[in-house]
Nanobody
Framework: QVQLVESGGGLVQAGGSLRLSCAASGRTFSSYAMGWFRQAPGKEREFVAAISWSGANTYYSDLVKGRFTISRDNAKKTVYLQMNSLKPEDTAVYYC????????????????WGQGTQVTVSS
């Protein structure tokens, strides 16, 4: 069982940066692949980034590649999403998720979800 709590969201101007954190509870965090997803009002939840349990492999949506960076610190049981060059279209609730399987871009591949943190990018 893994419980996830996101933080770091907020209001930022276009071109700015934010770093989201996702703190996990549970003894086996280091064995879970982690993902970040987002959901804008009226839209479906979509994949943003994922990272393997070791951190050796990362995956990104084409929409954020080159601007966002996912990383993890297994000793701190935390996964991060560094978001640079933010755009108004990045506005959404951002969720982190965990899976005991391999890192995947599929929502259905994740068993555990956080409550989400709001990111708003003004133009």
């Amino acid at each position: 069982q893994v419980q996830l709590v996101e933080s770091g969201g907020g209001l930022v101007q276009a071109g700015g940066s934010l770093r989201l954190s996702c703190a996990a509870s549970g003894r086996t965090f280091s064995s879970y692949a982690m993902g970040w997803f987002r959901q804008a009002p009226g839209k479906e939840r979509e994949f943003v980034a994922a990272i393997s349990w070791s951190g050796a492999n990362t995956y990104y949506s084409d929409l954020v590649k080159g601007r966002f960076t996912i990383s993890r610190d297994n000793a701190k049981k935390t996964v991060y999403l560094q978001m640079n060059s933010l755009k108004p279209e990045d506005t959404a609730v951002y969720y982190c998720a965990a899976t005991p399987g391999g890192a995947t871009i599929s929502i259905s591949g994740y068993a555990y979800w956080g409550q989400g943190t709001q990111v708003t990018v003004s133009s």
